[in-house]
């Protein structure tokens, strides 16, 4: 059933509506509803992060294939910011406004202020949710869910079973606390962080990766009672384990390696060149040996540009 | 006046960004910094009383005008002799102009803001290294004034914005003469700001809030250049004849009564910033796009003075069309420190 979690009028003759598609059991009363599990897939805050329509979709496409194995609530919301979504605008079109640094939201200051309130509200209380991001235009992620260490103790087993490639434990300083995720957290509803892919694309393969951890979610949460595929073992891993590559120079970047390939410490990760003159300007190397898990997608680099992150050959805590 | 190229950032296509500071400063024996030969001075040679910065984003035309009436200003006085010797003030009136020639608010390489990355880090991103290389040179003044602007549309009254905290007594934003002092407890998204940076490395900051942004309005720039002088002068850093300026009203920012429009439509603005208004008062009409009938009457929940108005031709059910400094301050809303240190604490 498709449901309006928060609409406002905007200025000329239409709403703007967040809406969610609630799947249920058959035959279950409004009342019984309260009582059973529930699972929240988010996606869409940033209007250029596509890569969680695809896993929205399949989520919805199998269980209406499948009816019958639905033993919780599925609610499904693959857009927050409809209006950037739909513009091609990261943030909120009419502020240029990051919609994922708004949130607890405040049911009085603004009209995306009180939206994010009442996705927050809509959201809290169900036993697991997944908020899907897809990197941004600049860089491609291996499928991956980000923790705050604050709150591993309660995330980490969700996040075992979500059939992702691996699991960065932040530290709590790089932590923002206007995320939806955050607030989520501190209301005591996990919240996974999903980055995956890159953005104003769609990657299939890690949409139905995605969607065949949501649905082990599903059954561990008795929400879903029909067959799920067995799961990927995530490597874990926390900041210290990461290196990161930047660019020092200006330019085009061209990368020498591919995404998801495992590299050696000092492998030549990729050139920044000067197009108007020929030249080389840049070598970039991989900090460690190690998972190239993100990899620069958008060529134009200035100083300071991320190019890649390499995952250091540590797994669950012990060198391979 | 000595003119220096405090960091410069390589571009795509495009000249270096080059970031550049005006500093000023005369020592007791008539030297002069950035005069040439036996009349220069070194900038070893002077404390490092009082930094100005602006156009920390790219849209922020008024508070980098602002500083470059500052800059001529502060060399006439260099000229004329009444700088306190030994005190050196510096202004750095475009942070981003990479951003601002592209009309854009943000960071032109990715759409960050500056202002959200400091103290910065020289090996992070882009606006990192920019925050780092910013910072690196305006910290350690005694005195910060970060000329900067809300995200909201619209016109702000004159104002100097204080973040409560331990260390600094900064109470003292009545010296600038402005008509309000408005103060504000830090929250967790403050702690990446120029403000909060120069605070924890005890610097005495002012945030200094002008009705325009992306516009020049003349009128303000001259109010707020005065400000600063009488600032200076008040902290004896020139020695001229300023006039008092204004009796300033302290205020908690969140004291301030909102008043937002209850349904989306065309905004039109009867009270101006500045207004006096009474309980009751119309203040504004939504009206309705296709038809032209009014929707809303907007009127004011209790009196006071019109401090914010929305700019917007198009407003959105629940924007915030006003916000009016109520007649009676609550003084208890004065007396909330927060925790600057752990501002979630």
Redesign the interface.
Known sequence: MIQTVSS??????ED?EVVKNRLTPAGVTHEDLEALPRIAVVSGIHGDELEGQFTCYEVARRVNEHPEFLTGIVDIYPALNPLGVGALS??IP????DMN?VFPGNN????FE?MAADIVADIAGATISLDIHAS?V?LRELPQIRINEISEEALMPWALESNVDFVWVHGNATVL??TLAYSLNDLGTPCLVVEMGVGMRLTREYGEQLADGIFNLMRRAGIWSGPVREVRRPIVSSDGEVG?V?AD????FMPAVQHNWDVRKDQVIGHIWDA?TGEVLQELKSPADGLLFTLREYP???????IARVLGTETDGEVD | MREETLFSIAMPYRQDMKVKSFSFGVTSDGRTLGADGDAGARVDEFENAACFVAGVRGNEIQQTYICARIVRKLRKLETEGVLTPGQRIMVVPCVNPASMNNRKRFWVGDNTDVNRMMPGYDLGETTQRIAGALFEHVKGFRYGIHFSSFYLEGDFMDHVRVMSGPGIQTDNGADFGLAYVSRHVPGSFDTTTLHYNWRLWDTEAYTLYTKETDLVDEESAASMVRACLRFLDARGLIDRPCHGGMRATVFAERGLTPVSVSCGGVFRRIAQLGDTVSAGQLLAEVIDPLRGEVLEEVRAPQGGVVFFVCRTPLVNEQTLAFQLVPRRIRQEQLLERGNFLDPEA
Not at chain 1, 94 to 97: A, I, K, T, V, W
Not at chain 1, 108 to 111: G, M, Q, V, Y
């Open positions: 406002y009028q905007m200025a000329v003759d703007l990261r943030g009419q502020f240029d406004l640094r009085s200051a603004s009209p009180s941004n600049y606390k206007g990161f930047n120079v200006a330019g085009v108007l134009i680099v200035y100083p300071g540009s991320l």
